[in-house]
């Protein structure tokens, strides 16, 4: 036999299970938000899909073409080619960056006997391996001198998954030193690659890259030659859920493990 309550004593009941509803799901996070420990930060460093099949890219005020093509993963030489952009690579807000090169179908449509040649030269090119001089301190790969940008442990390893990490990151404390990992140029100093926080690039030769985020300060600026070693940065924790270093090393455009440039420890 069912009871039938009265109308205010039902209205009570519904008020008292709405906020014991309430109240449990703000145990759970507040406002539904995801807390700090469970953002995985790598992700927000992917581009989406529409960004990898863009044609083109707009400048926005503070970009370089060395962060345009950091962030495509593209080679800064052949963006500049592919644009018609000169040395020093001056670009201007709302300026429309091609980011897709004519030069790969040039290369399809060559005979097998270019194919040949390509082959051939490379295979000559892959037996003249740089000789590699290690030290406590340095690391000469090629013609670079590569050291530790920063002094603590590594928490996280480089992925040749794109999906994942690009690059290490090495433990710190707020405010601790950023070093430069080789003698260079800063071509971008500032924030607006998405996932990096605070972001300092180096361009140390027609090969390479570096690249240092989540700063908490930036101590260098744009068009500043930079010494191996020399203090750039404070580690922070912006663009991340944590304080320390994340370092990574471009040859080329892609991404390369930057463990196989530093010294051992």
């Known amino acids: 036999m069912s009871i039938r309550l009265p109308n205010s004593l039902r209205i009570l009941l519904i008020i ?11 145990c759970a996070g507040k406002s539904g938000y995801a807390t700090v420990s469970s953002i995985d930060y790598s992700k927000s460093k992917k581009l989406s899909s529409r960004e990898k099949s863009a044609t083109y ?55 097998n006997t270019n194919k040949n040649k390509v082959v051939k030269k490379k295979k000559e090119e892959s037996k003249k391996v740089p000789i590699v001089r290690q030290t406590n ?28 990490n690009k690059g290490i990151d090495i433990a710190g404390k707020l405010g601790e030193p950023v070093y430069s990992a080789a003698r260079g140029k800063v071509v971008f100093a500032g924030s607006g690659l998405r996932g990096y926080g605070k972001l300092v690039i180096i361009h140390h030769d027609d090969k390479y890259l570096s690249a240092y985020a989540h700063n908490n ?49």
Do not use: C
């Open 57 to 111: 890219h707009v400048v926005s005020q503070g970009e370089t073409l060395y962060s345009i093509a950091w962030n495509y993963g593209k080679n800064f030489k052949q963006l500049a080619a592919s644009n018609g952009i000169k040395a020093p690579y001056t670009i201007y807000p709302g300026q429309r960056i091609k980011l897709k090169s004519t030069q790969n179908r040039v290369t399809k449509k060559s005979n």
């Open 16 to 26: 008292s299970m709405a906020t014991a509803v309430m109240l449990t799901s703000g």
């Open 137 to 164: 301190e340095k690391r000469s790969v090629g013609k670079i001198l590569w050291q530790w940008p920063a002094k603590g442990k590594v928490i996280g390893t480089f992925s040749s998954n794109a999906r994942f």
């Open 217 to 265: 300060k930036l101590l260098v600026k744009e068009n500043q030659i930079i010494q191996a070693g020399q203090k750039i940065a404070e580690i922070g924790s912006t663009g991340t859920n944590q304080p320390k270093l994340h370092f990574e090393i471009r040859k080329d455009g892609k991404p390369v493990n930057p463990l196989h440039y530093l010294p051992k420890r």
